[in-house]
């Protein structure tokens, strides 16, 4: 009986260690906010600076392709600040401060002005918001654009999409009929990538990609593995975007069947 007594101890002994063991490679299911760590997410973070402050970073960022704007005029841009634009456009267009600062010059080559600037302030991550239509030449592309800041008050996060009601991060209601609220994502099943990258809600903003905190979140979320591995080789992926999607982006700015715009009128 001792035997038996010993072995059924030492069963039930390695089941418990396999399943404590089988416990600390799990992931969550969700994305942790992680407020206070170095994990944090963006939506930790409150703003440090009155409204006018954030619509000017969000101005100062288009002004920075705007063909007859001094080279000089630029936003508050983190070191590490991180450029998504979603399809048809390239997804990692810009990683880090000197990259985008150069690449904005270079797109001012292109006669740019615009026919609409409208970007207003949330107290809730991104701070600013801005929906344009970009004058290219006479051609207008319509974008939504967001921006999400540290503690420094540095644009740390820019994201972007095509201003059309299917290309959208948000949807209008039930009925169809867009609100100023829904205009303006301040809804929260919004679909942007902003509030789901761990590191963003620290005070300087600055992510980690090899972090614990990117793993668990890539590994629960596409999105964030997508961004993750462009960000490993951000040069490479972008050129390859640029190779395969000349077709996307030879439209990128036409309304797509099935689309009306504008979608929302005040």
Known sequence: MKKIGYFFSLIVLLIAISSCSNDEKKYPTYIE???????ALST???????????????????QTMQSDIPNNVIPHYA????????????????????????????????????????CRFFDKQPFCRC???????????????????????QITFIEAWSDFESLLPMNAGADGIWTEDEYWAKQENVNRLSVKVP???NAYGKIDINSEWMNEAAAIDKDVA?????????VRTYIQQLATHQHELSHGCETPVGDVYPYYVP
């Open 131 to 153: 929906h344009v239509i970009f004058d290219y030449s006479g051609d207008s592309c319509p974008i939504y654009e967001e921006f999400t800041f540290n503690d420094q008050g």
């Open 226 to 234: 997508e961004m993750v591995y462009r960000i490993k080789d951000p």
């Open 33 to 39: 906010q992680n407020c206070g760590t170095g994990g």
């Open 44 to 62: 930790c973070l409150l703003p440090k600076f009155d409204s006018a402050y954030y619509i000017e970073q969000g101005v100062k960022y288009f």
């Open 199 to 201: 590191g963003l809600g």
């Open 79 to 118: 070191g590490s600040v991180i450029r998504w634009e979603w399809p048809p456009w390239l997804l990692l267009t810009g990683y880090g401060k000197d990259f985008l600062i150069t690449s904005d010059i270079i797109l001012k080559l292109n006669p740019t002005q615009y026919y609409k600037m409208d």
